[in-house]
C-alpha cells in the first residue's frame, strides 16, 4: 500500500466534493439552477432539492479536472471521477429525499459512501489503486467529511 496514491485518492475526493460547497459559497445565489427544476415527485418531496445544482455540478467537473493532473491523471479521468462523484451524491439526496428528509440535512455515512465509493470503484483501473488503498481513501474521507460537518454545523450554530 502506498501512502502517496491514498492522499491523491483522498484529494481527488475532497476536490469533487468540496467544490461545489465552496462555489456557493463565493456566488450566493447566482447561477445555482436546480438538477431537478424543481421537481417534485407523488411522495410530495422533491427529486433532489435545491442544494443539488448546475453550478456546482459543473463547477465539480471542470475543477476537479483541471487539477486532476496533480494526481497524475488526465483531465477527462478527473472529469469522469467528479461526474461518478456528483452522481453518489446526488443518489443519496435522492434517498434522503424519499426519507421525507429536508435538504441540507446530514445523515452520517449516507452522505459520504455513494460520492466516495462511486467514482473510487468506477475508475480503479484508472486510479491504478489497490483496493486496500480504495479501502483507505474511502475511510480516510468519511473521518474528513464527518469532521467538516461538525465544524461547520457548530460555526453556523454560533
Known amino acids: 500500500m502506498h501512502a502517496g496514491t491514498v492522499s491523491q485518492l483522498v484529494l481527488l475526493l475532497v476536490i469533487a466534493n468540496g467544490v461545489p460547497a465552496l462555489v456557493a459559497l463565493v456566488l450566493g445565489s447566482r447561477w445555482n439552477r436546480p438538477l431537478d427544476g424543481g421537481r417534485i415527485l407523488a411522495d410530495d418531496h422533491p427529486l433532489l432539492g435545491p442544494s443539488k445544482t448546475w453550478r456546482g455540478l459543473c463547477s465539480a467537473l471542470l ?81 474528513i467529511d464527518l469532521l467538516l460537518t461538525q465544524v461547520l454545523g457548530r460555526a453556523r450554530q454560533s
Not at 72 to 88: D, K, R, S
Not at 92 to 111: C, H, N, W, Y
Not at 112 to 123: A, C, D, F, M, R
Open 63 to 143: 475543477v476537479t479536472g483541471l487539477l486532476a493532473p496533480v494526481a497524475n491523471l488526465p483531465v477527462v479521468a478527473g472529469a469522469g471521477f467528479a461526474l461518478l462523484a456528483m452522481i453518489g451524491d446526488s443518489s443519496s439526496s435522492f434517498i434522503k429525499r424519499r426519507l421525507g428528509l429536508a435538504s441540507g440535512r446530514s445523515v452520517p455515512l449516507l452522505d459520504q459512501l455513494p460520492e466516495s465509493v462511486l467514482p473510487l470503484w468506477g475508475l480503479h483501473v484508472t486510479l491504478r489503486a489497490s483496493w486496500s488503498e480504495i479501502a483507505l481513501a474511502i475511510a480516510c474521507f468519511i473521518l
